[in-house]
Nanobody, 119 residues
């Protein structure tokens, strides 16, 4: 059974950094992607980054490009989101999610971790 567990959230001042981790288990096939999403109060869930297990390709949304970097440690089955130059508008619950390559949606979700950036 697929399980995703996020960690690393917390409170940080604007301009600071945090590193989120997503520990994945239960993926027996390598043909999947891990994405990072966030949802702030009063806003829709936003996809901000993803990485392909298949070829290592990455994506970052315009809102975080240049500040956030997704990476993976395949030996540890862990995906990271390094967040630098944090802004107050980055405050949200951050989720990691898993998607099989042929799926239309992310079917596996972690529990979320709170990131709060003080201005």
């Amino acid at each position: 059974e697929v399980q995703l567990v996020e960690s690393g959230g917390g409170l940080v001042q604007a301009g600071g950094s945090l590193r989120l981790s997503c520990a994945a288990s239960g993926f027996t096939f390598g043909d999947y992607a891990i994405g990072w999403f966030r949802q702030a109060p009063g806003k829709e869930r936003e996809g901000i980054s993803c990485i392909s297990r298949r070829d290592g390709s990455t994506y970052h949304s315009d809102s975080v490009k240049g500040r956030f970097t997704i990476s993976s440690d395949n030996a540890k089955n862990t995906v990271y989101l390094q967040m630098n130059s944090l802004k107050a508008e980055d405050t949200a619950v951050y989720y990691c999610a898993g998607k099989l390559s042929g799926a239309l949606a992310y079917d596996y979700w972690g529990q979320g971790t709170q990131v709060t950036v003080s201005s």
